[in-house]
């Protein structure tokens, strides 16, 4: 663990304390993301020391919390915050740790409650959503069931004509399109549209491709009003594998299109960006590529990855030139993180920029996570 969160601990005593001696005992260790001046972290806090609390009891020491700040304004600030929690944190002075973490586990939105265990391997990144649904824990700590016993719970539905279906028969051997959308959210809506064509492009040309709509709607009415010109699958309104594969897949925000390979491994988290990029499915199913050209619908990577950018001009020529420069590169930095898991820490990932919008050109290191909307429910992701 003090590779992960550094050397030393502090209490909000001010007592310093080694990592090792802190963390030891404990199975789980939870790291809480949190800024004291976002009222969403403010409401969450007291739902996270009743919690703690109450993992403390018994013989054995279950979890730990490390507290990780945003505060940028001051430590007395910090301090202040700090003084509310029964934990441990990482020291306001030691802030790269911060950016370390959020790379690691692509944090993006806070309050954020991380699981991981005393190795430091994620057990959840959905903390957050399983305290505020289980805080007795009695599932504690929450680890994702697998794909097949989430969907072997039950049927899956036709949209258009809401007929059941087995699951098994249906998703043998196909990619599959994890679809986390609602209704009432307007990005949602649009990209269903251009979804729905790419999905029939696909079809057309014997693709082994199917989507399954998974709802964040607030009533049956209108799950049932937006499904009904899908052409795909769905699970039924409210069904609880839908929370269950959010867990699984880490959704924090809809819209999300994940798509999956024949054995359930993610291919890409960004399937809404690869079809906008791709809306005829030349690139499906869209796996990584070993260099990137840095575009609106692929600076998604600046907030969640360390990214190594050759900047060049706009021209074609020159964008495919110093494409072609980097793929040996890249693709041998590659090979040693894939070779050796001690690399992940310094994994990259190599993009090549020519004509860089401004809301592309965002610094690579990450900024101050957005607030999860306070309209969702707890068992719903955020936009």
Same mark, same amino acid.
């Given at each position: ?73 001051? *430590?007395?600030? !910090?301090? #202040?915050?700090?003084?509310? /929690? @029964? %934990?441990?944190?990482? =020291? &306001?002075? $030691? ?124 009533? *049956?009415?209108? !799950?049932? #009003?937006?499904?009904?010109? /899908? @052409? %795909?699958?769905?699970? =039924? &309104?409210? $069904? ?140 719903? =992701?955020?936009?």
């Amino acid at each position: 663990m003090e590779k992960l969160l550094g050397p030393t601990l502090v209490d909000n005593q001010g007592g310093k304390f080694s990592s090792s001696a802190a963390l030891g005992a404990a199975e789980v260790v939870g790291i809480y993301f949190a800024d004291s001046a976002h009222t969403p972290c403010s409401h969450f806090l007291p739902h996270l020391v009743s919690f703690y609390s109450h993992m403390q009891k018994g013989e054995k020491r279950k979890l730990e919390v490390v507290f990780v700040s945003f505060e940028e304004a001051s *430590e007395e600030k !910090f301090d #202040k915050h700090f003084a509310q /929690m @029964p %934990w441990f944190a990482v =020291p &306001y002075a $030691d802030r790269q740790r911060k950016g370390k973490l959020c790379k690691r586990f692509k944090v993006v939105t806070i309050p954020s409650l991380l699981l991981v265990t005393s190795q430091g391997e994620l057990i959840t990144a959905d903390g957050k959503h399983r305290v505020l649904e289980d805080p007795e824990g009695a599932a504690f700590p929450w680890r994702p069931a697998p794909f097949a016993d989430v969907m072997g719970q039950g049927a899956l539905l036709d949209c258009c004509t809401k007929k059941e279906l087995s699951p098994a028969p249906r998703l043998k051997g196909k990619k599959l399109g994890l679809f986390f959308a609602a209704h009432w959210c307007p990005p949602c809506r649009s990209l269903t549209g251009e979804l729905i064509q790419t999905y029939q492009r696909l079809r057309a040309d014997n693709r082994n491709f199917e989507i399954i709509y998974l709802s964040s709607d607030t009533n *049956e009415q209108n !799950f049932t #009003k937006f499904t009904s010109n /899908m @052409p %795909w699958l769905t699970l =039924p &309104y409210k $069904d609880k594998r839908i929370a269950q594969l959010a867990h699984l897949f880490s959704i924090t925000g809809i819209p999300q299109l994940v798509i999956v390979d024949e054995y359930r491994q993610v291919i890409t988290r960004h399937g809404r960006e690869a079809v906008q990029e791709d809306p005829e499915g030349e690139e499906f199913p869209w796996y990584p590529r070993t260099v990137e050209e840095l575009s609106d619908t692929s600076y998604h990577y600046l907030n969640e990855c360390t990214c190594l950018i050759l900047f060049t001009s706009n021209t074609d020529e020159d964008i495919d030139r110093s494409m072609d420069m980097l793929h040996p590169i890249a693709l041998r930095h590659i090979e040693l993180v894939s070779s050796d898991p001690s690399h992940r820490e310094h994994e990259l990932v190599f993009l090549v920029a020519g004509n860089v919008s401004s809301h592309s050109c965002t610094s690579s290191s990450p900024p101050t996570p957005a607030t999860e909307s306070t309209s969702s429910s707890s068992s719903s =992701p955020a936009t």
